[in-house]
């Protein structure tokens, strides 16, 4: 029985240093820049090289959803992280007019002249590091950017120049500008 950690680390199979400059050698500087690690075995008991019982302390995946499954418990067999592309509105703006984000979404408000109203509200359920982005091509005089129901919103923007725009992430519950 075994708790000791073990790693299976694939490091170069040359000299450290290069004879002729004394630097690193290029396998070596590669490999520092991407080092390949095979396995690692952590804690628990072990029988035959294979470990049960591993217990990872302040990574979990327990409980945590996961699709539409939020498993109590399970052996994962392998995770993978996928990335998700900003997708947009283009609203033909008006004065007087009104947008709801969606998750994870950039408006472009698209008007024919100057915008003397508009008013843009948060999304209803955004994730921590979720991004609201908001362009025009024309000037809005009066802009009101609104949270969602048990959101703050910090530094709203009243007012936007044509070819500008306002940009927010959100962290817990509250939405803080970046430009």
């Known amino acids: ?23 690193p050698s290029l ?8 080092p390949s690690v095979s396995t690692i075995s952590v804690g628990g008991t072990s029988s035959g090289g294979i470990y049960n019982a591993v217990s990872i302390t302040g990574s979990t995946i327990d409980s945590t959803t996961i699709g539409a499954t939020t498993p109590s418990s ?21 004065s007087g007019g009104s947008y709801v984000f969606g998750n994870n979404t950039v408006v472009v ?5 100057s915008i003397t109203g508009f008013s843009v509200t948060m999304p209803s359920a955004p994730i921590d590091g979720q ?10 005089s009066s802009l009101s950017v609104n949270p969602n129901g048990g959101q703050t919103l910090n530094n709203p923007a009243t007012s936007l120049s044509g070819g500008q725009g306002a940009g927010y ?3 817990s519950s509250a939405w ?4």
């Open 1 to 23: 029985m075994s708790t000791t950690p073990t790693y299976k680390i694939n490091y170069p199979q040359t000299p450290f240093l290069d004879p002729n400059t004394q630097m």
């Open 27 to 34: 396998p070596w500087q590669l490999w520092l820049q991407n």
């Open 74 to 94: 399970g052996v994962f067999t392998s995770l993978k992280a996928t990335q998700t592309a900003l997708g947009y509105d283009k609203i033909n703006a008006s």
């Open 109 to 113: 408000l698209n008007g024919s002249g």
């Open 131 to 140: 991004l609201a982005l908001i362009s025009t091509n024309q000037p809005i």
């Open 169 to 171: 992430i959100f962290t």
């Open 176 to 179: 803080f500008r970046i430009y």
